[in-house]
Antibody
Framework: ELQVVESGGGLVQPGESLRLSCAASRFSFSSYAMSWVRQAPGKGLEWVSYISGTGGTIYYSDSARGRFTISRDNSKNMLYLQMNSLRVEDTALYYC????????WGQGTLVTVSS | QSVLTQPPSVSGAPGQRVTISCTGSSSNIGAGYDVYWYQQLPGTAPKLLIYASSARPSGVPDRFSGSKSGTSASLAITGLQAEDEADYYCQSFDSSLTGYVFGTGTGVTVL
């Protein structure tokens, strides 16, 4: 069964940085685009960022652009999200997800931004 | 603010059929981009129900079906069961935003 496992969440203060990681297994990771999706407490799903299989195409949501950086290491089957200048409104459960027919989602890693 | 609009809630009795609409625009669903549907049970990660607007991954019951027409898409659940109580989200790509978009989400209640 496909597997993705997120890590790196935690409690940080506004303005600080955090790096999320996602370990993928049991599928050909380099062949598939990946995304980060977040869900604030009690709210709906919000797409954050996308990276193609080769890493050559990257998209960001308006809320992430300029502050977050998505990357991947296909040799390690890893996806990353570097988050800088974090804001209170970035508080959410962050999912690593494959938004196509594979449909692989992790269980999420919680990011809390609070002073 | 999401560009894909869903009704906040739908409900039905066990065994009934319910549908969830997902209304988009000419820059997403209307542009021909595929629609995906996810089921999120309380406290769990979303699960893919429908991909490419109407295809079901293996393991998803055929009670779930998807369709697309114009700038909208729909998810139908037939033979509603108690275990179908969950939040449901549609998702597509938007060329104006150059990114993916999720619907506002719909909570399904089994009466």
């Amino acid at each position: 069964e496909l597997q993705v496992v997120e890590s790196g969440g935690g409690l940080v203060q506004p303005g600080e940085s955090l790096r999320l990681s996602c370990a993928a297994s049991r599928f050909s990771f380099s062949s598939y685009a990946m995304s980060w999706v977040r869900q604030a407490p009690g709210k709906g799903l919000e797409w954050v960022s996308y990276i193609s299989g080769t890493g050559g195409t990257i998209y960001y949501s308006d809320s992430a652009r300029g502050r977050f950086t998505i990357s991947r290491d296909n040799s390690k089957n890893m996806l990353y999200l570097q988050m800088n200048s974090l804001r209170v409104e970035d508080t959410a459960l962050y999912y690593c997800a494959q938004l196509t027919s594979l449909g692989a989602w992790g269980q999420g890693t919680l990011v809390t931004v609070s002073s | 603010q999401s560009v894909l609009t869903q009704p906040p809630s739908v409900s039905g009795a066990p065994g009934q059929r319910v549908t969830i609409s997902c209304t988009g625009s000419s820059s997403n669903i209307g542009a021909g981009y595929d629609v995906y549907w996810y089921q999120q049970l309380p406290g769990t990660a979303p699960k893919l129900l429908i991909y490419a607007s109407s295809a079901r991954p293996s393991g998803v019951p055929d009670r779930f079906s998807g369709s697309k027409s114009g700038t909208s898409a729909s998810l139908a659940i037939t033979g509603l069961q108690a275990e179908d109580e969950a939040d449901y989200y549609c998702q597509s790509f938007d060329s104006s935003l150059t990114g993916y978009v999720f619907g506002t989400g719909t909570g399904v209640t089994v009466l």
